[in-house]
């Protein structure tokens, strides 16, 4: 069965920091592309951060010096290392990969900027 699990979210103070994870069973981890996307309801979801494969990243400009992805293939853990939070960047974040032509996604978790 193909999952993926995020969590980490939660309610911040702007400036702090939160670390998301996406566990990820029912694939062989290492060899997908994996992403992190962002999205409010009644919005669309923007992507946020790539990772093609592990030494690969891509940022969206707009978290680029702020946000770290990484991934953990002996665990099949992907991340979202998320510094100096915004209260813009209050949103359900989603993890996603694409396997033959499918995409599939978890069912997000929801990070509140706010003081």
């Known amino acids: 069965q193909i999952q993926l699990v995020e969590s980490g979210g939660g309610l911040a103070q702007p400036g702090e920091d939160l670390r998301l994870s996406c566990v990820v069973s029912?694939?062989?981890?290492?060899?997908?592309?994996m992403n992190w996307y962002q999205q409010l309801p009644g919005k669309g979801r923007e992507w946020v951060a790539g990772?093609?494969?592990?030494?690969?990243?891509m940022y969206a400009h707009r978290v680029k010096d702020r946000f770290t992805i990484s991934r953990h293939n002996a665990q099949s853990t992907l991340y979202l290392q998320m510094n100096n939070l915004k209260p813009e960047d209050t949103d359900v974040y989603y993890c996603?990969?694409?396997?033959?032509?499918?995409?599939?996604w978890g069912r997000g978790t929801l990070v509140i900027v706010s003081s």
């Open positions: 996603k990969t694409r396997y033959r032509g499918t995409d599939y």
């Open positions: 990772m093609p494969s592990e030494k690969n990243t």
């Open positions: 029912g694939f062989l981890f290492s060899d997908l592309e």
